[in-house]
């Protein structure tokens, strides 16, 4: 059986920047939780959509022809084959949905591209 | 494109309980906000995982072999063909995701059950 999975306890076990951790699955999608600072690289998933929701901070982004901007509590789906960039001033704690076959940076190889995401 | 979506904004759009609505959708899974209160009733889901996310209060999960307790900013996966039962002492606001086919008593017909869940 499952257990019990509180976000501050997770959030505590990493410090690493853009490189988001595996918390949970469910129905082919993972759970994952990222800290993030500063910009991220334009990319996007070709056919899966991402939720992002922000645990702590606030949280911007960038698509071509706009921008978002989510404080805590609020959420926000990226479309599949939506290019986007995510970018935050200061350090936000981010809740990340998306299929267990997505990549962080779709099909762009970037040195922040993390292949082998850890499950904490 | 996609808004915005915040939380506390959604579940101040309603105050009846075990009457999930639906905010959002993504790779086929739904995204609801619940308020609930008392005792649900016993139901499971036969291929559908459910996870519940505590926004506010506490939230408990009654299985046929234990019994688990969820804070604010905690969460749980109910593996697929689980029985469980879903209690609040007293109100609590959950986030709920699951494959948009699920229904939120299972195959249980109950005079709680909702065949049209709203979108709010």
Redesign the interface.
């Known amino acids: 059986?499952?257990?019990?999975?509180?976000?501050?306890e997770k959030f505590s076990l990493f410090n690493d920047l853009w490189t988001p951790k595996i918390i949970?699955?469910?129905?082919g999608?993972q759970?994952k939780l990222a800290k993030v600072k500063g910009e991220f690289v334009w990319h996007d998933h070709a056919n899966?959509?991402?939720?992002f929701l922000v645990?702590k901070g606030k949280l911007s982004i960038e698509?071509r022809d706009?921008t978002?901007?989510?404080?805590e509590?609020?959420?926000?789906?990226?479309?599949k084959g939506?290019e986007h960039r995510p970018f935050a001033e200061d350090e936000c704690h981010v809740l990340l949905?998306?299929?267990s076959t997505t990549k962080h940076t779709g099909s762009v190889k970037h040195q922040l591209t993390v292949n082998d995401q850890d499950r904490i």
């Open positions: 059986m499952n257990k019990v999975i509180k976000l501050e949970d699955e469910f129905n999608q759970l899966e959509d991402e939720l645990i698509f706009k978002i901007h989510l404080n509590g609020e959420l926000f789906v990226v479309p939506i949905l998306e299929p």
